[in-house]
Each structure stands twice: as structure tokens, then as C-alpha cells.
């Protein structure tokens, strides 16, 4: 499939396989990008530079992370919670992450159910993914305000270490969070469009696999700072 | 016309990504809770970490059906990232030796 196009006139071209294949579609006529609609291409372009913010931000962590000579606060013990017992470490930011890596399952099926053009399934895999994502939120909202009125977390200082915990805990989780946020939006509009049926007239639901593009990648960002800055 | 454009897959391949993600997910909280130190740690934490970004990038972005000149695009320009990381790491460690030197004196 990845070794042929169909051109606009519909006729079927073969496409060079490996190396000679990336100079040749470079080269090529109109369109670098073979088989990939510009709508996918935009959103892959625009994941590219989301993903030097996110680096940005993440690397500026890095750094005030070494340089600090007052000790880092133990993730592990800052985000334990306890349910009536023993705190168990990290359980919340752990159900978040099983939560989002759902939602990316969801939207997967979506996209699948999209190009069988199974209207209703697609959309209502979309409000599911579209509703972890709220409970996901919703669980940040929870996490900050523990942190904020019971730890006295600011982004200025805090009382168990270096104070450039806060604002670097603040500014990634928050960016991250506007994300998915705004991913939500996003997925409701697209899903009542699905099953409003306004793309049924062209029968294309790419549209479906782009906005799975943006969702996947809010999913991808949230492994590295779990990764990064809760487990590390 | 017959031809379906896009990316269709059987619905099997997601759901063993999806199982491996989990358990994948279930390994990495398990490096904290049983909590391993030092460089075990941090070996176990970034090999799950590109375990699964590679995971959800190649078969959830669909991007190991995509062509090689699609990848490159896309994969290449966020490898400049690593000189970033190399320069700010030198930056911060004179940056700690410097506060070490001056903040700490008697």
C-alpha cells in the first residue's frame, strides 16, 4: 500500500520503496508527502513544533533541576495519597496515566470506525475518549488544588525543597493540561460533525485520523513528563 | 471511485498495543513503588518511556505505515534536541558549581 499512489485522475503510480524513495518524493512534482492528505500533513508540521515547546520546557526542568543546591522534593512523597491508610506514592498521577493511555485506545477504535464509515460508532467512541479526557482534567484540577492549599506549593517556593519546583511543576502540567483541554473541544465539535453526517457527502473521514493525530499526541506528551518529572 | 484513501487496519493490532501500553504503564509505576535507586532507576524510566512513545507514535499515529519520506520529515528535526540537552547540561552543571562555590562558604 505504502509502494503505490492514486493520482487525482485516479490513475495508480508506483512509488520507489526505501531511500531512493525519500529522494524521489522529495524531488517528485506538487506533493512530498505521498498518500498523506495536506489536512494530516498540517497537523504532523504543527505536532513537530508543539513538540520544541514541550522540549523547551522540559529541558528548562532539566536544567534548574542540576543546578539547584537545595534538594529536589521527592516526587514520590510530594503525589502520594492516601486512602484512609498507608499513603500509597504516585496512585493518583498513576490512574491519570492509565486513563489517558485508555483514551488513546478509544480514539484509535474511532479512527478505525471512521474509515469504515460507521457513523454512530465513530462518534461515540469519540465522546468516550472525549470524557476520559474531562476526567483526566478533572483529577489535575484536584492534584493542583491539594498541592496548592494543603502542600503550599507556589511557583515561587514551597516547604519541602527547591522552590524551582513549583513553577517548573505549574508551567509543564499546566501546558500539558491546556492540551488536553482544548483536545476535548476539539473532539466534541469533530464527533457532532461525524454524527451530524457532514462528512458522509465525500465520504471521507480523515478528519477522524487527524484529530486521533492531536489526541495520541497529548497521550505521547504525558509519558515523558510522567516519565521526567514524577518518576525521575 | 473504489479506492479508500487513509489508514485501515485490522482493530487486533490496537488492542495488543493497547494491552502492551498497559502493562508497559504498570511497569514503569512499579519502578517507584518498589522504589529502585540510581542508575537502575533512570535506565528502567527511559526505556519504558521510549517503549511506549515509540509505541504510540508508530502503530496509534499510524506512523510505520507512513513512507520513509513522511518519517524523516517528522522524526529527524526533534533529534537537534539532543544538542539542547547536551549544551544545557554542561550550562547547568557550571551554573551549580558556581552557586556551590559562592553561596556555600562558612
Known sequence: MANQMVTASGDVVALEPGLKGVTADWSSDQR?????????????????????IFSCFLVSYMTVRISTTVPWPIPSEVFALSFGGEPIPLILIAIMTFILISSSGTMAMAVN??????????????????????????MQA?????????????????????????STFFMITGFHGLHVSVGVIYLTTVAIKVLKGDYEARGNYQIVEITGLYWHFVDLVWVFIFALFYLW | MAHV???????????????????????????????FEGYLRWFLILLFMFLKAGLIVS???????????????????????LV??????????????????FFAGP
Not at chain 2, 7 to 31: E, R, T
Request: glycine share 6%; net charge positive.
Open chain 1, 32 to 52: 512530498a508527502f505521498k498518500n498523506v492528505p495536506w489536512g494530516k500533513a498540517m497537523m504532523w508540521i504543527f505536532l513537530v513544533s508543539d513538540t520544541f
Open chain 1, 113 to 138: 470506525f471512521g474509515y469504515r464509515r460507521d457513523r454512530k460508532k465513530t462518534a461515540a467512541l469519540m465522546i468516550v475518549t472525549a470524557l476520559f479526557g474531562v476526567a483526566f482534567v478533572s
Open chain 1, 142 to 166: 484536584f492534584e493542583w488544588t491539594k498541592l496548592i492549599f494543603e502542600e503550599g506549593v507556589r511557583p515561587w517556593g514551597n516547604p519541602m525543597g527547591a522552590a524551582q519546583f513549583g
Open chain 2, 5 to 35: 484513501e487513509g489508514q485501515q487496519h485490522p482493530i487486533a493490532i490496537y488492542f495488543k498495543i493497547w494491552g502492551l501500553l498497559f502493562v508497559l504503564s504498570f511497569f514503569s509505576y512499579m519502578v517507584d513503588y518498589l522504589q
Open chain 2, 59 to 81: 502503530v496509534f499515529m499510524h506512523m510505520m505505515w507512513e513512507r520513509l519520506a513522511m518519517i524523516y520529515a517528522i522524526l529527524l528535526p526533534p533529534l537537534c534536541l
Open chain 2, 84 to 101: 539542547l540537552i547536551g549544551l544545557m547540561t554542561m550550562e547547568a552543571d557550571y551554573t551549580f558549581l558556581t552557586r556551590v562555590l
